[in-house]
């Protein structure tokens, strides 16, 4: 068995006259070891902090609706329903995991249907879009949703509004293009 053979620390800024051994994978001596871990960590880019509420503080009823025990039981039902992303992606079914309940329509715009299970979609955090609710002018489209008792609900391909053209939907509001 070779013997372990001490060499220089590789500290070289403060004039460290300490030893380490490379073949334990050691390239420091313990003193600068410690120091140098402490930099590292230091130097690491931080993760950038998601503000889960408002600047100003103040929470609406659906911010505080997403922190409910009633939201966390709905949230859990659709994704064991519905355990795969919905996202169709290329005319296929995204294969990753469903992470995220996705609203088509805000509860900002529609409280009636925050617990409807034919207004929420499944998907992985890559396909999960950061805004509440679905863009009116977005063409995603997903396979339909299942639910408990084998409920299935359809969602309707968006087709895109031509320049000037109003749409009433079903639920009363108003889409211009």
Known sequence: MAANV????RNTRYGCGGTCFP??????????????AKEQA?????????????KSGERDRVDKFYH???WERFSKTCRSCNPL??????GVQ?????????HLASPRADWQR???????????PEHHPKSVGEASNSVREYVPTKFILGAIYHHP????????????LANGIARIG
């Open 42 to 54: 230091a130097a690491k880019p931080q993760p950038a902090q998601v503000l889960r509420w408002p």
């Open 114 to 124: 925050r617990m409807d299970p034919a207004n929420v979609v499944c998907l992985c």
């Open 23 to 36: 073949e334990l994978g050691h390239t420091y001596c313990s003193s600068c070891e410690a120091a140098n």
């Open 6 to 9: 001490p060499t220089a620390c």
């Open 157 to 168: 391909k968006h087709e895109p509004l031509k320049q000037g053209e109003v749409r009433i």
């Open 85 to 90: 992303c919905q996202l169709i992606v290329d």
């Open 68 to 70: 409910t025990s009633e």
């Open 94 to 102: 995204c294969r990753f995991p469903s992470a995220e309940v996705h």
